[in-house]
């Protein structure tokens, strides 16, 4: 793993190579996803069962093996261990509890000349969701897509997940039962997303569709993007601990190495002022890179998109993690609610030695669908808000567009829209 300073003068030159570290080619697999969102916009099912055919590994004989019978649902969440049953169940709770305090509210108000202005806040009326399957299943991106989408009161919730020689993940058909969905279809890749955004003989055409993927589910969305609503356009995993001398090495070290576990495109970066805490670091990293079962993915994550930079102090420190924006930040630091103010930047933001990165994924309570490869600067998390829509409310009465009319005919004078400017007029008490 580099360790590098900002004193070096090639640094700014590795730092600029961390800030390109989310440029995923979509490019380069632009015309295939294109190809294939074609394919299923003309030829729907029949489309969507060649696809199937040709990247998971069998082939549906007709429309009814596409969806997934709910008892596979139920019997796979009454065969779960008990321990993991009740563990998936608190988080369950603790995530809806915490995604019910995001509702926003519709509101009104009320002015003296009888205006009446507001917002009427509602669920949208489809919402598709995107999780990963067969070995790579990750129940807990179910327990994050849905819970939102049903605390925001969507009335019908589509699942999409990958089922490769047709043997679906056992432990994400629990969770569809644990949250009680109902509707979920054996379709992966950028067909499922294509699928959910134009409709097909079988699957709905939904409004909104969130969920993580791979780059081809990735670029899918940012096509299809306006015919639907997307919760984001995310690459691959990425975190960034800033610590300092009361930090732990050892739990430094298997916090990044939790991300770099994803996947050989995964960021680790840590950044402190203390030379002793990136040397130790290093060395525990290796430590525990020779107990991983995945650490051909770890090892080459680190050697290849991982850094250690030492800095001057904690100011330039936080700096320049704001200009990387991480995905996952952890500040391990011995006040980091004192840091937290001058943090701009981060999808989730872990405060103290004890809030790993991993608690967050599973348990705490805040959505683990996060904005990647620097998007924290714009981008937010997954939240309620992404599954629900605003109306604005307008209702004038006869007093208030005689105390306003005026002026809103004249600028639409000058805009020359004669219509708007007459509309108005017309409602005018003018002698």
């Known amino acids: 793993m580099i360790i590098t300073s900002t004193h070096e003068t090639t640094f700014q030159q590795q730092f600029n190579a961390l800030l390109e570290r989310g440029k995923m080619d979509i490019e380069a ?56 049953k009740a563990s998936l169940h608190l988080a369950y709770d603790r995530i809806k509890s915490y995604h019910e305090k995001q509702l926003p509210k519709s509101w009104f108000d009320t002015e003296e000349n009888g205006t009446i ?36 009161g969507v009335e019908r919730i589509v699942v999409c997940t990958p089922t490769p020689n047709n043997e679906p993940n056992a432990l994400l058909l629990a969770a569809c039962h ?39 589910v990735a670029t899918a969305k940012k096509m299809v993007f306006g015919e639907v609503n997307i919760d984001m356009i995310a690459g691959p995993s990425e975190i960034g601990i800033l610590a300092d001398e009361s930090a732990n090495p050892n739990h430094i070290a298997i916090d990044l190495l939790s991300q ?23 060395r525990e990293i290796e430590r525990w890179l020779q107990q ?39 500040v391990m630091t011995q006040n980091p609610w004192e840091l937290l103010p001058a943090i701009k930047h981060a999808g989730a933001i ?9 608690i967050g994924d599973y348990i705490a309570g805040p959505n683990h669908t996060l904005p990647t490869g620097g998007t924290a600067k714009f981008y937010s998390p997954l939240s309620v808000e992404n599954f629900m829509k ?31 400017e007459q509309s108005v007029r017309v409602r005018l008490n003018l002698k």
């Open 178 to 216: 644990l949250c009680g969905v109902t509707e979920v279809y054996k379709v992966g890749g950028a067909s499922a997303i294509a699928a959910m955004a134009y409709g097909t003989q079988s699957i709905p055409k939904v409004d909104v569709i969130s969920g993580p993927g791979n780059i081809f």
């Open 292 to 330: 991983l079962p995945r650490q051909e993915i770890a090892r080459k994550s680190i050697e290849e998109r991982g850094a250690i930079i030492v800095t001057r102090d904690m100011d330039e420190a936080v700096a320049l993690m704001n200009a990387i924006a991480p995905e996952h930040l952890e």
């Open 29 to 84: 697999v632009g015309k295939t996803v294109q190809s294939i969102i074609d394919e299923i916009r003309r030829n729907q099912n029949s489309a969507l069962k060649a696809h199937i055919s040709r990247f998971d590994n069998w082939t549906p004989h007709d429309d009814s093996e596409l969806k997934i019978d709910v008892t596979l649902m139920q019997e796979a969440y009454e065969q779960l261990d008990e321990t993991l």
């Open 390 to 420: 605003k109306s604005s409310i307008i209702a004038f009465s006869s007093e208030a567009i005689n105390d306003v009319g005026a002026a809103c005919a004249r600028i639409a004078n000058t805009e020359g829209l004669t219509a708007h």
């Open 260 to 282: 770099a576990e994803h996947d050989e495109m995964a960021s680790s970066i840590l950044i402190t002022p203390s030379t002793r805490i990136a040397t130790e670091t290093e």
């Open 117 to 152: 202005l507001g917002q009427k806040v509602s669920a949208v009326d489809c919402a598709g969701l995107y999780i990963p399957g067969g070995k790579a299943a990750y129940p807990s991106s179910l327990l994050m897509n849905v819970i939102p989408a049903q605390v925001a």
């Open 350 to 358: 872990f405060l103290g030695h004890y809030t790993p990165e991993a």
